[in-house]
């Protein structure tokens, strides 16, 4: 990349970043190009869509929760390890208002940018789900697509909630332990 180019490059990245920190993932792309000091047209050509920006932005956040997860493997308590890295997802998740909504919009669609980049994070728990299974502490047919939704869902509802800081906590937590005796009343 010549470098005019990547300063473009990295000015919209930076951008990006802030105006999705500002106004969540649907900020108005016209305005980071214009922030940034470039045409729309150069945004595009860097970023054929939004998804592929948003995962030029969070990359880094991604291949911190990576290094998170593999840091986890050695964990003495498999399903411990699970949980602590389940709540990073949603930390992170948490943090841009509607990554949440989009991280579950493209779950549905393997040619979406947004999913290709999730692929690794799916791996990641994946290992750490097996490792968890394997020592009889999450049930066999559990599955990583259903913990990565359930972390998704969680961080929409902390999004809408945002006076409720202990929420996430409240909310995967319940996932966890489920409805203790709710079969004895349900009868």
Same mark, same amino acid.
């Given at each position: @990349?010549? /470098?005019?180019?990547?300063?473009?490059?990295?000015?919209? =990245?930076?951008? #990006?970043?802030? /105006?999705? !920190?500002?106004?969540? !993932?649907?900020?108005?792309?016209? $305005?980071?190009?214009?922030? #940034?000091?470039?045409?729309?047209?150069?945004?595009?050509?860097?970023?054929?869509?939004?998804?592929?920006?948003?995962?030029?932005?969070?990359?880094?956040?991604?291949?911190?929760?990576?290094?998170? +997860?593999?840091?986890?493997? $050695?964990?003495?308590?498999?399903?411990?390890?699970?949980?602590?890295?389940?709540? /990073?997802?949603?930390?992170?998740?948490? !943090?841009?208002?509607?990554? &949440?909504?989009? =991280? @579950?919009?493209?779950?549905?669609? +393997?040619?979406? #940018?947004?999913?290709?980049?999730?692929?690794? @994070?799916?791996?990641?728990?994946? /290992?750490?789900?097996?490792? &968890?299974?394997?020592?009889?502490?999450?049930?066999?047919?559990?599955?990583?697509?259903?913990? @990565?939704?359930?972390?998704?869902?969680?961080?929409?509802?902390?999004?809408?909630?945002?006076?409720?800081?202990?929420?996430? $906590?409240?909310? =995967?937590?319940? !996932?966890?332990?489920?409805?203790?005796?709710?079969?004895?009343?349900?009868?």
């Amino acid at each position: @990349m010549r /470098a005019d180019a990547r300063r473009n490059y990295e000015r919209l =990245l930076s951008e #990006a970043r802030t /105006a999705f !920190t500002q106004h969540g !993932t649907d900020a108005s792309l016209e $305005d980071i190009a214009r922030r #940034a000091g470039v045409g729309i047209g150069t945004l595009y050509r860097h970023f054929p869509n939004r998804y592929v920006l948003m995962c030029a932005v969070f990359q880094g956040e991604v291949d911190g929760l990576l290094a998170f +997860s593999r840091e986890l493997l $050695d964990a003495d308590q498999p399903c411990g390890a699970l949980v602590r890295w389940l709540r /990073a997802i949603i930390a992170h998740a948490s !943090t841009y208002r509607g990554l &949440a909504r989009a =991280l @579950m919009s493209a779950s549905h669609d +393997s040619s979406s #940018a947004l999913s290709r980049c999730s692929v690794p @994070m799916r791996e990641a728990g994946s /290992a750490l789900l097996v490792r &968890a299974q394997q020592a009889g502490a999450v049930r066999s047919d559990v599955e990583i697509a259903d913990l @990565m939704q359930l972390t998704n869902a969680i961080a929409l509802a902390v999004e809408e909630s945002p006076g409720d800081p202990a929420l996430a $906590d409240r909310l =995967l937590t319940l !996932t966890l332990t489920g409805l203790k005796g709710a079969e004895s009343r349900a009868g």
